[in-house]
Every structure is written in structure tokens, then in C-alpha cells.
């Protein structure tokens, strides 16, 4: 696709609920990174893949959180037993391979999670 | 610990004047810095960057500086025009260890008065 793409752009999940946040990469691009907003705070890392494999996890708050991407494109953010304090928006990024360094990586327009 | 730091919130300026948003950072690692605009209900869409052993890089309108002895960086943008309101943020690129993380900053939101 000509950018990334995030669905669904708007999720209210009750608190305890699970979800399920998906992101549909730029065609070919082998790097996938997802980012949590919180309000009037700037992205912050969550986790990062080279295809299928997540070589960096650092960033996911809890094990309530976890993500995948089995086939190498898209990928899904899974929230488990959501929390108050888990609402934000969900940024996903990809690029067309490692170490792009500067100016390689697109960003989606975000999944919006309120947890009520 | 905040590592990459905005200290203004805000800035507002006026059409045809220069813009400059300023950002901070405290980790001397860092490889590359960006500029990232994001305008509301999209995601950030990438502006300009700087490698860290540069010290000004330069595309139309906008200039990135360096002064890596202040851990500081700045966004010029020259001539503002009302288009360029929305909110920027600074982010500092680490590769390390096969992994790529972007660290940003809280963002400053930019007006820029016809």
C-alpha cells in the first residue's frame, strides 16, 4: 500500500477487556516498529521486528502486552486485561530495512485506545 | 529520565518570519536526531534530520543545527508560513545492539499567524 495503515483508528474497550490492534506495513518494508502516545507526551517505543522476528521488546510495559507479526507484514499489538492507564494512541512505523538512520521510517496514523 | 527534552510547549509566530523550536538531549550515544510535524488525528510525518557527527544539514525552507558539546539542536524554518502549524517533535535515533529506538521529545506546537 502506498502508506501504513492502522485499524481500527478509534477503540473504547472496558477495563479488564482484551484487544487487538492491527498494522498493515508499506509493501516490502522488513522493519515494523510499534509506539505508544499518551497524552501530550511524544511516541514512545514499545517493540521492534526485522520481518518476523521481534528483536527488541524493551519497551512493552508489562507482559499484558504483546505483539506479533508470524508472516513478516502485518502485525498486531495485543493488550491483555486492559488498564485505565493503557489508554493512548498506538503509533506503528515501518522502513524499508535496518539502519535506515535518518528520515526511513513511516508512521501510521494511530489506533486511539480509551480504556473505560 | 527524560533523555530528549522540549522545553517549550508552545510557539507562535508570524507569516514570512523565521520559526525556531529547539529541543535538548542527554545522552551523548545518540546517532542521528529528526524533526518529525504531526498534525492532529495523523501520525508524525517526517521532516528533516542530522547525523551526529554533522553539524547543519539543510533542505528549502528548513535547517537543522547541531552543537553536540550542548547536547542541543535546533529547527529553524524559514520563511514560516500557516501551513507549518502543528506540532513538531524532536526524536534522537540509537542503533544499538541490532536494534533501531527512537526517543522523542514532548513536542512543541507551532502556530504561525497569517
Known amino acids: 500500500g502506498a502508506g501504513v495503515s492502522q485499524s481500527p483508528r478509534y477503540k473504547v474497550a472496558k477495563r479488564g477487556q482484551d484487544v487487538a490492534l492491527r498494522c498493515d506495513p508499506i509493501?516490502?518494508?522488513?522493519?515494523l516498529f510499534w509506539y505508544q502516545q499518551a497524552l501530550g507526551q511524544g511516541p514512545e517505543f514499545l517493540t521492534y521486528?526485522?520481518?518476523?522476528?521481534?528483536?527488541?521488546k524493551s519497551g512493552l510495559p508489562s507482559d499484558r502486552f504483546f505483539a506479533e507479526r508470524p508472516e513478516g507484514s502485518v502485525s498486531t499489538l495485543k493488550i491483555q486485561r486492559t488498564q485505565q492507564e493503557d489508554s493512548a494512541v498506538y503509533l506503528c512505523?515501518?522502513?524499508?530495512?535496518?539502519?535506515?538512520?535518518?528520515?526511513?521510517?513511516?508512521f501510521g496514523s494511530g489506533t486511539r485506545l480509551t480504556v473505560v | 529520565d527524560q533523555q530528549v527534552k522540549q522545553n517549550s510547549p508552545s510557539l507562535s509566530v508570524q507569516e514570512g518570519r523565521i520559526s525556531i523550536l529547539n529541543c535538548d538531549y542527554t545522552?551523548?550515544?545518540?546517532?542521528?536526531f529528526l524533526w518529525y510535524k504531526k498534525y492532529p488525528a495523523e501520525g508524525p510525518t517526517f521532516l528533516i534530520s542530522?547525523?551526529?557527527?554533522?553539524d547543519k544539514n539543510e533542505d528549502g525552507r528548513f535547517t537543522v543545527f547541531l552543537n553536540k558539546s550542548a547536547k542541543h539542536l535546533s529547527l529553524h524554518i524559514v520563511p514560516s508560513q500557516p501551513g507549518d502549524s502543528a506540532v513538531y517533535f524532536c526524536?534522537?535515533?540509537?542503533?544499538?545492539?541490532?536494534?533501531?529506538?527512537?526517543?522523542f521529545g514532548k513536542g512543541t506546537k507551532l502556530t504561525v499567524n497569517p
Open positions: 512505523a515501518s522502513s524499508r530495512g535496518p539502519i535506515q538512520g535518518a528520515g526511513g521510517y513511516t
Open positions: 509493501s516490502g518494508h522488513v522493519s
Open positions: 521486528f526485522q520481518n518476523e522476528a521481534q528483536l527488541d
Open positions: 545522552n551523548s550515544m545518540f546517532d542521528y
Open positions: 542530522i547525523s551526529s557527527i554533522k
Open positions: 526524536a534522537a535515533l540509537r542503533l544499538q545492539g541490532g536494534s533501531e529506538k527512537l526517543v
